[in-house]
């Protein structure tokens, strides 16, 4: 004759349930602790790194990559989401010609998983926002020479700036040479290459102007 298991089904599944959920509970409290306690801000031993990092400004954890710190400057109530890279150069430690490398305004939001990859200069104005996942870089590759992996070409730089008040829509991309005016919105997903005159609405690969305010 077999042997009944003294404990219930039932009870076995909500101690179950209610293990899981206290986990659960133990891992959220545990990420938001990390998220907190990893933001670097203009007191943090790693905020001290930068050129400048202005009172109020944040950057969220987990940052992805921050090289070269003290080629950037960022102003005051400037807010970085999470996943995003900062750097000066290709690898730490790299000397730069120019300095500060990138420079960012006061009150700007840039938007989670984005990157700022600056070699010569990449000057971006007060009040800027952007979607999540927008690249900008003033450098790209070359790919003229036949003979030659495009990896060994030469990587032509060229100064990129962004007007006060402009606000780049998720996935857009800023290539070298762009020049972004005051007050301008760039569509989702669209790449920047020239000039966008001040207070208009651009969109397209390459962005052109689709409305003047």
């Given amino acids: 004759m077999l042997e009944r298991d003294p404990?219930?089904?039932?009870?076995?599944?909500?101690?179950?349930?209610?293990?899981?959920?206290?986990a659960g509970d133990v891992v959220h409290f545990g990420w938001d602790a990390a998220r907190e306690l990893g933001a670097i801000g203009p007191d943090t031993r790693r905020g001290k790194r930068f050129g400048k990092l202005g009172a109020n400004s944040v950057i969220c954890f987990p940052p992805n990559t921050l090289f070269n710190e003290q080629y950037i400057e960022i102003g005051s109530g400037t807010l970085f989401g999470p996943q995003v890279t900062l750097s000066a150069g290709m690898v730490p430690g790299q000397q730069m010609i120019t300095d500060p490398?990138?420079?960012?305004?006061?009150r700007c939001l840039i938007g989670k998983g984005s990157g700022i990859v600056g070699?010569?200069?990449?000057?971006i104005g007060d009040d800027v926002w952007t979607g999540h996942h927008v690249y900008i870089t003033d450098q790209n590759h070359g790919y003229e020479d036949l003979d030659l992996p495009i990896s060994q070409q030469v990587m032509p730089e060229r100064p990129v700036s962004i007007g006060d008040g402009a606000w780049l829509g998720h996935g857009t991309v800023v290539l070298p040479g762009a020049v972004i005016g005051r007050h301008?919105?760039?569509?989702a997903n669209s790449v920047v290459t020239g000039e966008l005159p001040d207070n208009c609405v651009a969109a397209g690969v390459p962005a052109k102007v689709i409305k003047q305010l």
């Fill in 184 to 187: 301008v919105v760039v569509g």
């Fill in 119 to 123: 070699h010569l200069q990449i000057t």
């Fill in 101 to 106: 490398v990138i420079s960012v305004g006061d």
């Fill in 7 to 22: 404990v219930p089904d039932s009870l076995r599944q909500r101690v179950l349930t209610g293990a899981k959920r206290a």
